[in-house]
């Protein structure tokens, strides 16, 4: 069974950058499409960006819209999400999520709306990103 560990979380300055991991084990990266998402206190979870397992297309049609970059290699079980100009409201304990799109049909990371939480099977236990002066 996959399981998903995020680190790279932290306290950072306004208008810093964090590069925020999310490390795989259990089965082959390689079958699956990852997702990140955020949750901040009292709010719901949401979706920030995805990248397929197929062609490692991405989609950044989240929350943070021109300040994110996601990468993935899947010979080091590893995706990446790179924010940037980051601001208090991003404070938030980041996830990421796994599915296999081929055991869930229909999943696409690449239509206009990124899929909702529930369409992921596999979540790391999220890290915690404060931003504050």
């Known amino acids: 069974q996959l399981q998903l560990v995020e680190s790279g979380g932290g306290l950072v300055e306004p208008g810093g950058s964090l590069t925020l991991s999310c490390a795989a084990s259990?089965?082959?990266?390689?079958?699956?499409?990852i997702a990140w998402f955020r949750q901040a206190p009292g709010k719901e979870r949401e979706g920030v960006a995805c990248?397929?397992?197929?062609?490692?297309?991405?989609n950044y049609a989240g929350s943070l819209p021109g300040r994110v970059t996601l990468s993935r290699d899947d010979n080091k079980s590893t995706v990446w999400l790179q924010i940037n100009d980051l601001r208090p409201e991003d404070t938030a304990v980041y996830y990421c999520?796994?599915?296999?799109?081929?055991?869930?049909?229909?999943?696409?990371?690449?239509?206009?709306?990124?899929?909702?939480?529930?369409?992921?099977?596999?979540w790391g236990q999220g890290t915690q990103v404060t931003v504050s002066s």
């Open positions: 990248i397929s397992n197929n062609d490692w297309s991405t």
């Open positions: 259990g089965d082959s990266l390689e079958f699956y499409a």
């Open positions: 999520a796994a599915v296999d799109p081929i055991i869930r049909s229909g999943y696409s990371c690449a239509r206009a709306a990124l899929p909702g939480a529930g369409r992921y099977d596999y």
